[in-house]
Structures are given as C-alpha cells and as structure tokens.
Nanobody, 134 residues
Framework: QVQLVESGGGLAQPGGSLRLSCAAS????????MGWYRQAPGKECESVAQ????????NYVDSVKGRFTISIDNAENMVYLQMNSLEPEDPGVYYC???????????????????????????WGQGTQVTVSS
C-alpha cells in the first residue's frame, strides 16, 4: 500500500524558512516523479516542484525558483522541500505527490487538481499547512 505523509508545515515570517518532508512507503522513487503542489483558499492547485530521479530532471514553478529546493533521500524514502525567503504569496496547503505517469511541465507548470487521483499510480499525501505572516 502506498502512503505519503507530509510534515514540517507551520508558521514562518516573511523571509523565513521551512523544510517540508514527505515520508513515502510502498513505492520506489526510480519509478515515480515526486512532486510538491500547493493550494491556497480560493486558488487553483499549483505545481511547486517536481523531481524525476531516474534522469535527474527537476522543475520548479517560476515563483519559487532560487528560493525552494526539492530533494530526495533514497535511503530514507524521503522527499524534501526546502523553502527559503518565504513570501506572502507562498502560504497554502502543500501536498506531496507521487506520479508514475507524470504530466508534462508546460509553460512552467503542471495543470491539474490537487488530491485528485488521475490514474491508479498517482498518489497524494494529506497535506501540510504553510502560513507566512509577521
């Protein structure tokens, strides 16, 4: 059974940092694209970052480039999102996703709905809340 469990969300000040973690079980990272998505109230789901370890492909939405870093620890089955220089536009629920048939990044993003399973090998965590406020 595949399970993705996020942690590390919370409150940070503008300019501050948070590190999100996603503990994965039941999958091999070599077969999946691992990604982070976020959704703020009243806004669409946004692809934040994705890593495909088999070919070292990494993508970020433009608004987080240079501030966020996605990484994988294969030994621990963990996916991380290091978020630095947090901005007021960054808050939302952040979701970890594992997708064996990832959609392409077009115009700097993946257009899809958060927490909706598109096919049998597409998995989501429960999400972790990120708040940025002074």
């Amino acid at each position: 059974q595949v399970q993705l469990v996020e942690s590390g969300g919370g409150l940070a000040q503008p300019g501050g940092s948070l590190r999100l973690s996603c503990a994965a079980s039941g999958i091999s990272f070599s077969n999946y694209a691992m990604g982070w998505y976020r959704q703020a109230p009243g806004k669409e789901c946004e692809s934040v970052a994705q890593i495909i370890s088999i070919d070292n492909t990494v993508n970020y939405v433009d608004s987080v480039k240079g501030r966020f870093t996605i990484s994988i620890d294969n030994a621990e089955n963990m996916v991380y999102l290091q978020m630095n220089s947090l901005e007021p536009e960054d808050p939302g629920v952040y979701y970890c996703n594992a997708d064996q048939l990832p959609m392409p990044w077009l115009e700097g993003r993946i257009t899809r709905q958060c927490v909706v399973q598109e096919h049998d090998y597409d998995y989501w965590g429960q999400g972790t809340q990120v708040t940025v406020s002074s």
